[in-house]
Structures are given as C-alpha cells and as structure tokens.
C-alpha cells in the first residue's frame, strides 16, 4: 500500500501540554502528514471529532475535565482507531486502554521512528478494512464488490474489480508491472 496514500489520512492530535502537540505535529509533518488537528481539551477534541472525522486520533490519558479513557469511550462510536500517547505508563492503564479497544498505547518519552511507525501500521490496518471507497468521481463497496458512478452500477469482470481496487488503494503511485501481476 502507498505510503504516500496515507499521508492524506487526517490526524486528530489531543493533549493539553502545548509544547508536546507542537512536538507531534511537526513530527508527523515532517514526515509527510499535511492533515492534522489539534486540540487541548476533551470539548475541542470531541467537536474535532464529530465535524471532522479524523482517521486516526492520538490521545493523551491526562486531561483536564474529562480523561482520555472517557474521550474515547465518546469518540468510539464514530469508529476513529485511537493510539493513547501518554506518560501513563503502569501496566494497569496500558491493558486498561487495550481492552477499551485502542489500537496501541506509547508511553511518553517515545521514540519518534516508533510513533511514525506505529500510526503508518494503524492507518494501513484501517485502510485496508474499509467498506467504501471512493475516488475519482467512483464508489466502490469492498463488502458487495459494486463500482457505481453517479448512482449507475458499472458492470466489471472479477479481474476488473480486483484491478480497479488495487489501483484505487495505490493511488498517486507509480507501479511495477510485477506488482500488478503479483
């Protein structure tokens, strides 16, 4: 899968330390990721979250107010995959986010080569399982493999939907004739 594809995919950043969120975003923006937003409380990440609908959203646990455990818990129905990112580090807090269903938990201080690889897996595992994509004016559902454009079904052969799926998921990327074959 394209790396240069998830680099399009929006990050939503929360944390209440300043100093941390403009560490991450550069970070990420070093690397490629132009779509992020920030914020410092749970009220801005949960409005974030709902208008936006982010792709990936790194949490802090330690939050004024609220916590990132309940963040999440609001945040889960509208099925943004969460990486907590926090100095919480006793072993009780990281299952206790695994089993609330996170896709990871870094304790801070982390690795920068860790985080960016850790948010390129969750990104590819999501992209991956997606249901609907849509590109260049197409629709195309994985679950019952129709293509529509402008609500007209386009008729493909099982080779053409497989193709155009993986052209779909690689886009902007130059491809080797093997790799089209493979």
């Not at 249901?131 to 994985?142: A, P, R, V, W």
């Amino acid at each position: 899968m394209s790396s240069e594809y998830l680099k399009t995919k929006k990050i939503l950043l929360v944390d209440d330390e300043q100093d941390l969120l403009n560490m991450v975003q550069l970070i990420l923006q070093a690397e490629g990721y132009t779509r992020l937003k920030t914020a410092k409380t749970v009220y801005e990440a949960l409005n974030v979250a709902r208008e936006w609908r982010p792709d990936l959203a790194l949490l802090d646990v330690m939050l004024p107010e609220v916590d990132g455990f309940e963040l999440m818990e609001y945040i889960r129905p509208l099925g943004i995959p969460v990486i907590f990112l926090t100095a919480k580090n006793a072993v009780s807090d990281r299952v206790k986010g695994l089993r609330m269903g996170a896709e990871d938990y870094i304790v801070k201080p982390f690795e920068i080569v860790e985080l960016l690889a850790r948010v390129d897996v969750v990104l590819r595992r999501y992209r991956l399982s997606e249901e609907e994509i849509h590109i260049c004016g197409l629709d195309i559902d994985t679950r019952s493999m129709r293509v529509t454009r402008e609500g007209q079904e386009i008729a493909l052969t099982r080779k053409e939907y497989e193709l155009l799926l993986f052209f779909a998921r690689n886009p902007n990327t130059a491809l080797y004739r093997e790799t089209i074959y493979e």
